[in-house]
């Protein structure tokens, strides 16, 4: 049983760029949670996708925006990336219509991204 | 909006000495997760907690939840060099995002 994938693993890029990152989650899994977690603190909800929908979005500006396939996987896009942006950017996965007090989430490995 | 604050922000302790972190909302919460982070990895949820005073045991881990649903605790006893790592707790509120806290990062020294 697969847990939560995500690619790529590690990224460079410089400031102006645009990046897109990679989810798969776990076997059976519907909805897909995207988290940006900082040095030292803890993940900070960015949005969460089910049934190919943005369900719900936390305090991130546009330039953050995302994408739920038929099969659930998911892709985060950050456009204009800046020196702030250099994190670990983690994805859950849960099985439920996006209500976040009853699934535990289960996230993979996370993509680490610097812009430099 | 929602805040959640976990307190201390690092432990250090002997091995087989015991730990506690505590984590507190500015709001009243529909549940709590705690999650475990190891160094280099990624949170791995522990348990959910919903009921008021509720107490949740896991082996050597015990979890709590205030009578307010306003405040958590996770204590562990006779801690191992296996426990190391970052413990974050996550509040739920109604049909809002997990809030997370910024966690207790654990160090067991053997």
């Known amino acids: 049983d697969a847990g939560v994938t995500q690619s790529p693993t590690h990224l460079i890029k410089t400031r102006g760029q645009q990046v897109t990152l990679r989810c798969s989650p776990k076997s059976g899994h519907d909805t897909v949670s995207w988290y940006q977690q900082a040095l030292g603190q803890g993940p900070q909800f960015i949005f969460q996708?089910?049934?190919?929908?943005?369900?719900q979005r936390g305090n991130f500006p546009d330039r953050f925006s995302g994408h739920q396939f038929p099969n659930y996987s998911s892709e985060l896009n950050v456009n204009a990336l800046l020196l702030g942006d250099s994190a670990l950017y983690l994805c859950a996965s849960s099985l439920g219509p996006g209500l976040a007090y009853s699934y535990e989430q289960y996230f993979g490995p996370g993509t680490r991204l610097t812009v430099t | 909006g929602q805040q959640v604050m976990q307190i201390p922000q690092y432990q250090h302790v002997q091995e087989g000495e015991d730990f506690t972190t505590y984590c507190n909302s500015s709001?009243?919460?529909?549940?709590i997760q705690w999650y475990k982070q190891r160094p280099g990895g990624h949170p791995v949820f522990l348990i959910q907690l919903v009921k008021s005073g509720e107490v949740k045991k896991q082996k050597r881990l015990t979890f709590q939840f205030g009578e307010a649903k306003k405040n958590s605790s996770l204590h562990i006893t006779a801690t191992q060099t296996t426990d190391v790592g970052t413990y974050f707790c996550a509040g739920g509120s109604g049909n809002t995002p997990l809030v997370f806290g910024k966690g207790t990062r654990l160090s067991v020294i053997a």
């Open positions: 709001t009243t919460l529909s549940n």
């Open positions: 996708y089910y049934e190919e929908e943005e369900r």
